[in-house]
């Protein structure tokens, strides 16, 4: 068996472990989202350390979403197999999960108005340093 740290290495957040078995068979023990601002990780839930499908199943120890927030991204980038948890953490999952897509959306749409800001200030900073060069 061979164990291997996708996430939460070194960190309490983005927990993904996964374990292969002597046969070849793949469990992803976990698939959290990573959660914080630490720029080394900017690009961790944007990309796996691994073939997602490749993975057999996934277990998911609970519903939290550094735990389970990268589960629809797995799926969407190839995952076919099972997801095995309890009954609760099935109920909580998908709660959480849709909650986190909210709050996802409306952290984009938020980045995106900066953005707009940061390049329309930029725009009259330029043209004020223009106007300031000519002299009437």
């Known amino acids: 068996m061979k164990l291997k740290f996708c996430g939460a290495a070194r960190e309490v957040t983005g927990s993904c472990h996964l374990i292969t078995l002597q046969d ?80 996802q959306e409306e952290d984009f749409k938020y980045h995106n108005k900066k953005q707009r800001e940061i390049k329309n200030h930029s725009e009259l900073i330029r043209y004020i340093q223009l106007q300031m060069c000519i002299k009437p």
């Open 24 to 103: 070849g068979y793949k469990i992803l023990l976990d698939c959290g989202l990573y959660q914080g601002d630490n720029d080394n990780l900017e690009d961790f839930n944007e990309r796996f350390f691994f073939k997602p499908h490749e993975i057999d199943c996934v277990i998911l120890s609970h519903a939290h979403i550094d735990h389970c927030g990268r589960l629809p991204k797995l799926v969407k980038d190839g995952f076919t197999g099972s997801i095995y948890c309890t009954h609760p953490t099935k109920g909580l999952t998908s709660i959480l999960l849709v909650d986190s897509a909210k709050i």
